[in-house]
Structures are given as C-alpha cells and as structure tokens.
C-alpha cells in the first residue's frame, strides 16, 4: 500500500513539472485586414513587458503568422456605451450609471471617440460621437428609465452596425444593464456570439448589484465569450468601479501580425496564440476584410542539378503548383521533356523532377498559367529559365516578348536623348563657323589707326557705331 501511495506521489509530481504553464495573457479582441491581424491582449500576471515578439508562436488554423510587434496599445479607442432605459434598473443605479459615462468621456484621450446608444422598448443611437460636451452631458442628463422592454438584441444589431463603420480604432462596448433579456429576440444568443466575434467588438459589463445570482451568471457568461469581463457596481461605488473597468480596458497590450497572403474567405478561424512553454490561448477571428494586393509575382530562384532534380521559388506563396501542366522543360534540341511535380514544399516552393536528365547545358523551364495566393490572384508572366544557371533566357523557337508600355516610355526617352544631344551638337558647329567668319573679317579691315568717329549727316540719317574696332588714344 505504501508503495502505491509513493508511486501515485511521483506521478504528480511528474504530471507537474511537464504540465504546461499558466497563460499570462488573455485575448480581448482580434481583427482582421488581412494580411494583417491586430490582437489585443490583456495582461493577467503582468508578464508581457518582459516579452518579445520572439516569444510568440502564433498559428490561423494550419497557416504559421508572423508576429511583427508587441506594445501597450497607443491606439484610440471608440467606446460604445449601451444603456438600459427599461424600467427594471433602480433609479440610483440609473443615475450613478449616466454620471460613470460622464467621467469616461471626460477622461477620453484626444485619439479616443465615445457613443451612446440606449435600449428600451426602442433602441436609439444616442450619441455618435460627434457632438460637443455640452450636447454630451445634455443628452446624458434628459435620459430616464421607464420603459417596458428591454430590446437587448435589437441593441447589439444596432451596435455591430455602427461599429462596423469605424475603421483603425479598437471598438469596446460597455453594456450597462441588470442582464440579458431576449424575450423579443430574434436570434439565439449562440448566434449572436458568432455575431460579435466576427465584428471584432470587445464587450465588457457594468451590472447592477441586485439584479439575481442566476441572472448575473448568465450575463458573465455572455460577456466573457465575447472577449470581456463583467463588473458588478451599485450606486455607492459605481464611479470606482467603472474606473476600475476602463483602467483595464486602456491598459491592453497591441500583438501585431502578419500573413504571407491576404485572403480573406469570410470565415470564423481558429487563432492559437501560445507564449513560450504555456499552453496556446485560443481564440476566433474571421477574415472578411483585406487590403488589395497588385504586386506580380517573380521567380526568386531556380536550383537543378544533373540528376534531374530542380527546385523553384516564388516570391509570393502560389497557387496551382501542384498541377505539372504549368511546367514545360525542353532539351538543348528544343523538344518537350516529361517533367513531374515531386513536392510542393511550401506555398511558395515547389520541387519538380525531370528522369533522365544527365545534364543542364541547353536545357529550359518555361512556366506558364500560375497565380499567387491573393484575393486578386495576380498571374506570373511567362517565363522561360536556363537550367544551367537559372536566368531568364528566350527558349527555342519561342516568340518574341511584346513589347510593354513601360519598354515602350524608356525607349521613347532614350530617342528624344539622342535628338537633343544631336541639335546641340549642331548648334555648337554653327556658332563655332560664325565665329570664324567674324575673327576673319576683323583681320581683314585692319590698316592705319585712323581714328573711326561718329557721324551725323544733314539728312537725318541713322547713326552707324563700328564696335568691332576702337582707337586706345580717342577719349
């Protein structure tokens, strides 16, 4: 018995010095413009100002991203308070509420924007973010608490669309309420979560401390599925406790990351995000937004050797190099060669093999019909590559290139160079027999020094000035 108890000891602790450590962040929100994904994270233990970006692994699905930057977030935020106008809210609880959003407006910083909306047995979108503080404390102070409903997921609508139109800001939503009703809903609340998380919106709480224990469990739950947290406050502590909340919402730290593509496919992924030896924070993000890319792909290099074996990569992942077709290789005679697809090694290198190929000299690899991995799927030019060293060459028999706008301009330019130097050259010849002529027709009239004066004839005629010649003594 003994000996089972010491055997069962040192398989916990076994089971403790290989278990994974506790993750040091969590993630409040991700949003996506691919190829780039902004991750915010909150730090739970305080660990990340001590981390790198090397420190990450980060992974969209099977898709490895690179992690460009970590930093406290600078970022301005656009703050969506939504509040409860029903009746069910307890008038101190109501007025201690519209006196926190008072105070977090005041305490917004130059780069951050604040809107209102409330929700009742209508939803309104109180404030934009557009007014003054006089219109914001106006509208602030004219509210009240009266009505039947509580029109929650009308509210969320309303609140993924408007914040769907900001652009290079966090969006967080303070949802301020005694819980969720969803009585007139028309979406199941697992829907409405699929909802938030595809708008990248955080949503945190402040909930009245008497509504009931059921009723707040269920609003955390809500809350920390879409990326934030709750807060319970009453009308004594409510301004500490909203302080408290946006305290921890203004202190996230900024994971940038980038793709080697910028597809976006409208789908919810799977983002798994893991620092050093701790076990991977998982998180969704879905990919509906991009930035256009209109860079053609290039061949950044061609290796081959004698046995047949060469490997090619792009610039840019591709797509279809998988399909032998986009690959003719041709003997020094000119003859097509069978030539098969042995791996696709990445997405932006493929290995291809040609049986019994004994030597490169003379041989060719044209590619032909490939995209690369972008929304635009941008085609790479026709090209045909020297085996022996890998460079662009014109293969057997192939047709000239057109010539493209761009050959055109610089052939253009290199014309008009050559018009210009020749005038010039032109009329330095011309001046050069002008001169010339001039140097010989001044030797040619000299003889006394008679002195050259002016003269007036009675007639009125034009004074005539020789300025070619002048006696040193006439004053």
């Known amino acids: 018995m003994r000996r089972k108890i010491i055997t069962l000891t040192w398989v916990l602790w076994l089971a403790l010095l290989w278990s994974p450590a506790a993750n040091a962040f969590s993630v409040e929100q991700a949003q996506a413009l691919m190829p780039e994904m902004d991750v915010y994270l909150y730090d739970e233990s305080k660990e990340l100002p001590s981390c790198t970006p090397e420190d990450f692994q980060v992974q969209l699905e099977d898709l490895p991203l690179n992690v460009e930057s970590l930093a406290p977030s600078e970022q301005g935020i656009f703050y969506f308070f939504m509040l409860d106008v029903s009746a069910s809210i307890p008038q101190a609880h109501f007025e201690a509420a519209k006196k926190s959003i008072r105070n977090a407006y005041a305490a917004m910083r130059p780069q951050?924007?604040?809107?209102?909306?409330?929700?009742?047995?209508?939803?309104?979108?109180?404030?934009?973010?557009?007014?003054?503080?006089?219109?914001?404390?106006?509208?602030?102070?004219?509210?009240?608490?009266?009505?039947?409903?509580?029109?929650?997921?009308?509210?969320?609508?309303m609140?993924?669309?408007?914040?769907?139109?900001?652009?290079?800001?966090?969006?967080?939503?303070?949802?301020?309420?005694?819980?969720?009703?969803?009585?007139?809903?028309?979406?199941?609340?697992?829907?409405?979560?699929?909802?938030?998380?595809?708008?990248?919106?955080?949503?945190y709480a402040l909930a009245i401390d008497s509504a009931g224990e059921q009723t707040t469990q269920t609003f955390r739950s809500f809350i920390r599925l879409s990326g934030g947290e709750l807060y319970s406050f009453g009308p004594a502590n409510a301004e500490s406790v909203a302080a408290d909340l946006l305290g921890r919402i203004g202190t996230v730290w900024h994971l940038k990351l980038t793709a080697d593509t910028n597809i976006a496919d409208g789908q919810a992924h799977t983002l798994s995000i893991r620092l050093k030896d701790a076990a991977p924070v998982l998180t969704e993000v879905t990919t509906e937004h991009w930035v256009p890319d209109h860079k053609a792909p290039q061949v950044a290099s061609l290796q081959a050797d004698d046995a047949g074996a060469m490997?090619?990569?792009?610039?840019?992942?591709?797509?279809?190099?998988?399909?032998?077709?986009?690959?003719?290789?041709?003997?020094?005679?000119?003859?097509?060669?069978?030539?098969?697809?042995?791996?696709?090694?990445?997405?932006?290198?493929?290995?291809?093999?040609?049986?019994?190929?004994?030597?490169?000299?003379?041989?060719?690899?044209?590619?032909?019909?490939?995209?690369?991995?972008?929304?635009?799927?941008?085609?790479?030019?026709?090209?045909?590559?020297?085996?022996?060293?890998g460079s662009e060459t014109a293969a057997p028999g192939a047709a000239p290139q057109p010539q493209t706008a761009a050959d055109t301009g610089d052939a253009d330019a290199g014309m008009t160079s050559v018009v210009l130097l020749g005038a010039l050259l032109l009329g330095a010849v011309v001046c050069g027999i002008c001169l010339l002529l001039l140097l010989r027709r001044r030797g040619a009239g000299k003889g006394p020094s008679t002195p050259v004066k002016k003269r007036r004839t009675d007639d009125k005629q034009q004074t005539v000035r020789f300025l070619f010649h002048e006696d040193s003594h006439e004053k």
Request: with cysteine; aromatic share 4%.
């Open 159 to 203: 609140l993924i669309e408007t914040a769907g139109a900001t652009e290079n800001m966090r969006r967080v939503a303070v949802v301020i309420s005694d819980g969720i009703d969803d009585t007139d809903a028309g979406m199941t609340q697992s829907e409405l979560e699929q909802l938030l998380g595809r708008s990248g919106i955080a949503v």
């Open 112 to 157: 951050d924007q604040l809107s209102v909306i409330t929700f009742g047995n209508e939803v309104s979108l109180l404030l934009s973010g557009s007014e003054s503080r006089q219109q914001v404390y106006d509208a602030l102070d004219a509210l009240s608490c009266q009505d039947a409903h509580t029109k929650f997921y009308d509210a969320m609508d």
């Open 311 to 389: 490997t090619v990569q792009f610039s840019k992942p591709m797509l279809g190099l998988e399909d032998g077709a986009h690959f003719l290789l041709k003997n020094p005679s000119g003859q097509d060669f069978p030539v098969t697809v042995e791996q696709v090694a990445s997405a932006d290198t493929v290995k291809l093999l040609a049986a019994g190929l004994s030597k490169r000299d003379g041989w060719t690899l044209t590619l032909s019909g490939l995209t690369d991995a972008s929304m635009e799927k941008n085609p790479l030019p026709v090209i045909t590559l020297s085996l022996a060293d």
